[in-house]
């Protein structure tokens, strides 16, 4: 696994899987920083998803991850900053693919539908899966 520093963030709907996987950031030893929100009163989730995403960007961190109610806020919201790839993943398959093939630089994911057992597993392979390069990066490239 690379030398990670992760950059994570929440909205109030997203608060206790956000605790929990700094929990599993903890644990492994991996540099993390949490950059909100730190209650779970009512929030903004675009103001959350741009601070992870300039964090990524500006590489302060080399990963973020994103949590909200059904993650796709999160991830629209982090898909209009140019340079960051989300991808919101509901199960270990996408969450493998997503790195392997798209070189995703944020997660998204969601509290209110899967649980959270399953959210830690797609943190852990998510966190682990490298990008493969070769005929990948070409498309990748064409993001930009």
């Known amino acids: 696994?690379?030398?990670?520093?992760?950059?994570?963030?929440?909205?109030?709907?997203?608060f206790h899987y956000k605790e929990a996987i700094i929990d599993?950031?903890?644990a492994r030893n991996i540099e993390f920083e949490d950059v909100g929100?730190?209650?779970?009163?009512?929030?903004?989730?675009?103001?959350?998803?741009?601070?992870?995403?300039?964090?990524?960007?500006s590489g302060e961190a080399n990963r973020g991850i994103l949590v909200c109610g059904t993650g796709i806020g999160m991830s629209?919201?982090?898909?209009?900053?140019?340079?960051?790839?989300a991808a919101l993943c509901g199960d270990t398959y996408?969450?493998?693919?997503c790195r392997a093939h798209n070189n995703a630089n944020v997660l998204c994911l969601g509290e209110r539908v899967i649980g959270e057992h399953l959210a830690l597993d797609i943190v852990d392979?998510?966190?682990k899966t490298g990008f493969e390069g070769g005929r990948h990066k070409r498309r990748v490239d064409m993001l930009e």
């Open 1 to 14: 696994m690379e030398d990670l520093k992760v950059v994570i963030g929440s909205d109030h709907g997203g």
């Open 24 to 26: 599993y950031l903890k």
């Open 37 to 57: 929100t730190h209650t779970r009163e009512s929030c903004d989730y675009p103001e959350i998803a741009k601070k992870v995403c300039e964090k990524v960007n």
């Open 76 to 85: 629209m919201a982090a898909n209009k900053v140019r340079g960051v790839r």
């Open 94 to 97: 996408s969450a493998r693919v």
């Open 125 to 127: 392979i998510w966190l």
